[in-house]
């Protein structure tokens, strides 16, 4: 008699478990890019333009698996110097020439767009960084 008790009270319990563990999944990967940890080692300006206008389509919690596969901001300290200074070098081209973030996604998201500001400071950030990894600064 006690197991048929149980059995029930065991399986709402499961089930219980199971629902709250895919909501709380599903807040993850739904969760604002602000949410994100940044990388360590940006300046906090290029932080705060990285972190609103880059890291929803390149990071590793995207839906975007060209993008995040492309460049993935959260790998960054694992990725060898010559591709640091290869990303940086695309990241100069595609932003000072108003290419990133794209039209497409700009059209969904218009508080992503980059200000002239904005654009500059991360070309030349890029920039300087990419010739301070190759000179074997960092």
Known sequence: MKIKKIIPGTILIILTSVLLYSFQFKLIQTSDSK???PTPGFPEEIMKIVTNSCYDCHTSNSQNK???IAMDFLKWNEYKTSKKV???N???EEVSGRNMPPS???DKFPDKVLTEDQIKLL?????EESQKLENGEN
Do not use: F, G, Q
């Not at 070309?123 to 920039?127: F, I, L």
């Open 66 to 68: 060209m993008a995040s």
């Open 104 to 106: 497409k996604y700009l």
């Open 86 to 88: 290869n990303l940086l």
């Open 123 to 127: 070309s030349e950030w890029a920039k």
């Open 35 to 37: 949410d994100i940890i």
């Open 90 to 92: 695309k990241i100069y």
